[in-house]
């Protein structure tokens, strides 16, 4: 039991255990009814944890992962400056018409497009960027938007999962495994490539072969310039290298020696610089600020608080007590246990925010390292995780915050998505890619 | 209510018109926006059968009808510029929904004054909103009149130095 993190002296007498326990539910409970906002529930919690005597405040700092929140707010800055450039609207036109405006290519080209830019930014900016064009090109084809938005619910959630920065349990998972950009790339990227058409198949079935547009309609959508969309040629240069100098530091993470933060954040001051550099200096605050204002620090301070609750719960011991008892029921066995992970994850990931979720399981995970045979052996259940994590988030509506990020889109267009008839199609989707995920987990590492 | 440069109890009562033209929730699109074209309304109050206050119906609306709702949308698309279209689109899009009530594109204005708001702060809100400022009796929800840049500058033009 890790006791020097805090005084552990805890108020009314209370035993640490049930203290940090009870609080950690509660904010949990109070997170998913989502009465009150998420940052202010995190952060409160924290604050209990501190006040109540389980962590001192340096203990609390301590147990902030600020690898996480750097890439988190560096990237956020990079995708800030360069959604100006119009370069997203540009790569939705321009994919659109390559496939000659046909509904159900249309459906394809978006999903890869989502799939691709969820990859590579976060997924709530990935469908805040597509979504619009989306509900635009279906307007203007006079035909329903639902199986556009479904699909790009999933490509956004499944096209996350392939990279260290796609979702933020796998920005979690990476930062506090020491799982690099390429480890993602060459253990999760390959199964996204097969989850991808697996999703497809049924949403083709479904929707897809019923999918048409006049001729008319389709040279409306033919008329569009994407090149008229890029609307600052400058600015996208400049995002474009430094977004490649970006990816190309996370790769080369390793050889140059740097976290991921460092590099995020060293981009978004170099994107920063690059931009503001032609203008004022007054100009240049009111920019900054601009950009500042766009990052989400709802989310980031959500971040602080709940790393501070998970490690006042993790000092007191809770953790390594769940963590023995899910051994207990895989009896040690890491097949078992990887197995197990996928499947609980990802239907809890389905009902809850997988956030808190995965800030709870990777202490828990981390304390099962030695009993199933080191950091090797473990492995398969780090990806388990991480797997489980993001794609549970399609098995509902309120699995992932893009997913309602869409349905209020839907919503405001008049074709709302409703929670039980998405479900219905959804979980069991969301069930056959995980059920793909336990044979490819199995096949390759068990 | 006497109005002269000593009197520092007027307020929004005393700057009202107190018959302005009124639409219902329930009239066709097209009707109110002919109308308000007709009379170059900028925005015009909308009342139930009780005369209660509902919201406001005005050009912008017209705008909103005619653009594409993923550029009109909360979030929506900022960057329009690679769409071509033909004011006979516009005029299309404007026809599937004329015949629909106005409710529909109704706008619940918050910004609305009591009839004792104070002169200067009715003229405020009057300054921020942009455009005519509804008077509403906070108890039954009814409107009571409507104040205007016109009447607000004939006012202030006609108040004794």
Redesign the interface.
Known sequence: MAADTGTQLVIFGWDPIWYAGSLFILSYLLIMSERLNRAIVAMLGAGFMVFGGILTQQAAIEGIDFNTLGLLTGMMIIVAITRQS?IF??LA?WSVKRVNADPWWILVALVLVTAVLSALLDNVTTV?LIV??T??IT??LKITAYPYLFAEIFAANVGGTATLIGDPPNIMIGSAVGLGFNDFIFNLTPLVLLLLPVTLLPIYLIWGRRLHASTEDRE?VM???????I?DPRLLKQSLLVLGLVIGGFIFSHAIGQQPASIALFGAALLLLLHNLPRSPSEQTREVTRVFTEVEWVTLFFFIGLFVLVHGMESTGLLDLAAHQILEMTRGDPAKTAISVLWVSAIASALVDNIPFVATMIPMLSSMEATLGGPEALMPVWWSLALGSCLGGNGSLVGASANLIIA??AE???QPIRFMPFMLIAFPLMLLSILVSTLYIWMRYL | MTQDSNDTGITAAALMNPNPKVLHPDDRIISAIELVMKHRYRRLPVVDDQHRFQGVFGVNCLLRLVLPKAVVMEDGLENIHFVRETLSDLRRRLKEVENEPIAICMHDEESRVSPDTPLLEALRMLYLTRASLPVVDPESGRLLGMISYFDVGEKILNAPL
């Open positions: 119009g609207e540009y036109i805040l619009p064009v509900l635009l307007d203007a409306r008329n569009y310039r994407e090149a008229d969309a609307t209020g889109f405001q267009s008049g």
